[in-house]
C-alpha cells in the first residue's frame, strides 16, 4: 500500500538548515506529484514545496529562495532542504501524495 515517511525534523537555531526526507513506497515516486505542507500550532496546513512528475518545482512565497525540493527517485525520497531557518518556520512538516495519502509529519522547531 502507499506509505509516506518524513524524517530529519529537529530543533536547529535561525539561520541554521535542515534537511526533511521523504521515503515513499506503494507506488512510483517518479509519476506522481509530491507536495511538502506544513502546519502550525494553531494554523491550517499550508503548501510549502511542490514537485511534479516532470520535475518543475513550486514554493510558497515565504519560503522561496530557503527552501529547495527535489527527489531522488532511484532512492524512492524526496527531499525538502531548508535554509536560513527563521522562528515562523518551527511547524509540523508532512509530505502529501494525491490519493490523499499524507505521510505521519516531522516537528521542526526554529528556537535559540
Same mark, same amino acid.
Given at each position: 500500500?502507499?506509505?509516506?515517511?518524513?524524517? &530529519?525534523?529537529?530543533?536547529?537555531?535561525? &539561520?541554521?538548515? +535542515?534537511?526533511?526526507?521523504?521515503?515513499?513506497?506503494?507506488?512510483? +515516486?517518479?509519476?506522481?506529484?509530491?507536495?511538502?505542507?506544513?502546519?502550525?500550532?494553531?494554523?491550517?496546513?499550508?503548501?510549502?514545496?511542490?514537485?511534479?512528475?516532470?520535475?518543475?518545482?513550486?514554493?510558497? =512565497?515565504?519560503?522561496?529562495?530557503?527552501?529547495?525540493?527535489?527527489? =531522488?527517485?532511484?532512492?524512492?525520497?524526496?527531499? +525538502?532542504?531548508?535554509?536560513? +531557518?527563521?522562528?515562523? =518556520?518551527?511547524?509540523?512538516?508532512?509530505?502529501?501524495?494525491?490519493?490523499?495519502?499524507?505521510? $505521519? &509529519? %516531522? $516537528?521542526? %522547531?526554529?528556537?535559540?
Amino acid at each position: 500500500q502507499v506509505q509516506l515517511v518524513e524524517s &530529519g525534523g529537529g530543533l536547529v537555531q535561525p &539561520g541554521g538548515s +535542515l534537511r526533511l526526507s521523504c521515503a515513499a513506497s506503494g507506488f512510483t +515516486l517518479g509519476y506522481y506529484t509530491i507536495i511538502w505542507f506544513r502546519q502550525a500550532p494553531g494554523k491550517e496546513r499550508e503548501g510549502v514545496a511542490t514537485v511534479t512528475s516532470t520535475g518543475n518545482t513550486n514554493y510558497a =512565497d515565504s519560503v522561496k529562495s530557503r527552501f529547495t525540493i527535489s527527489g =531522488d527517485y532511484a532512492k524512492y525520497t524526496v527531499y +525538502l532542504q531548508m535554509n536560513s +531557518l527563521k522562528p515562523e =518556520d518551527t511547524a509540523v512538516y508532512y509530505c502529501f501524495k494525491t490519493g490523499p495519502y499524507w505521510g $505521519q &509529519g %516531522t $516537528q521542526v %522547531t526554529v528556537s535559540e
